[in-house]
């Protein structure tokens, strides 16, 4: 099995128009992908109503249904700038909207998560983000006016851009080694992080934690099990 992941692709954002992203995840079944996990945050904001559909939503969502027509399981782990996608009208769109996916390639036993949320002292952005994915946000989001609404996701998003939250300004590297090994005793070989825009790794006392590179920024789609041609 050879498992495709894309973490932080940021369409709309620093990621561009859809397209780029697009063309690659339709060449996956060509290039062996059984499986495909989006671990979070493919675009600047996604919500799960259609009324906040933008170009490159629609464009992902249009490849993800071919993707799955040709056979490839399409996995998507929600990240900071999803919002009720699981329940919402996209659900449908994945096999699975999920907060982790866990799976198996050569005997070596994966859990991929989006990993925000990791920082102990960022105690701003984990409130925020409380409030921001609870239910009266949903309501609000589903109920408000069309007009307001698309203004409520456009300060959304400059909130998330502007912020100082710590997250952005370095890896907490203490608070994701706590996080890994706690997570890697449950039974899993490696944790794979997205979130954090940088490719790093740590060897732990029972496997390892990897940090995805952002597609934004590698333009590349990760491989699991994949043998070169």
Request: aromatic share 10%; with cysteine.
């Amino acid at each position: 099995m050879a498992v495709a992941l894309v973490t932080d692709a940021h369409l709309g954002g620093p990621g561009g128009e859809a397209g780029p992203l697009v063309r690659q995840l339709l060449a996956l079944p060509e290039q062996g992908c059984d499986h495909l996990i989006l671990m979070g945050d493919l675009c600047q904001v996604w919500v799960g109503d259609r009324r906040y559909e933008t170009p490159e939503i629609a464009q992902l969502v249009k490849a993800i249904d071919t993707l799955r027509s040709r056979g490839v399981r399409v996995d998507y782990i929600e990240g900071n700038r999803d919002f009720f996608l699981a329940d919402g009208d996209y659900g449908p769109v994945f096999d699975r909207v999920t907060d982790e996916v866990a799976f198996e390639v050569g005997g070596v036993r994966y859990l991929a998560v989006h990993g925000d949320g990791l920082s102990a002292a960022d105690w701003k952005y984990r409130f925020w983000k409380r409030i921001s994915k609870s239910a009266p946000s949903r309501f609000f989001m589903r109920h408000l006016p069309v007009a307001l609404a698309r203004r409520l996701v456009r300060g959304t998003e400059e909130r998330l851009d502007k912020s100082n939250f710590k997250h952005k300004a370095e890896v907490p590297e203490a608070d994701i080694r706590r996080y890994g090994e706690r997570r890697l005793a449950e039974g899993h070989d490696v944790l794979l992080l997205g979130h954090y825009h940088e490719p790093r790794a740590w060897r732990v006392d029972r496997g390892e934690i990897r940090l995805l590179d952002a597609w934004f920024r590698s333009r590349r789609v990760e491989w699991i099990g994949r043998v070169e041609p």
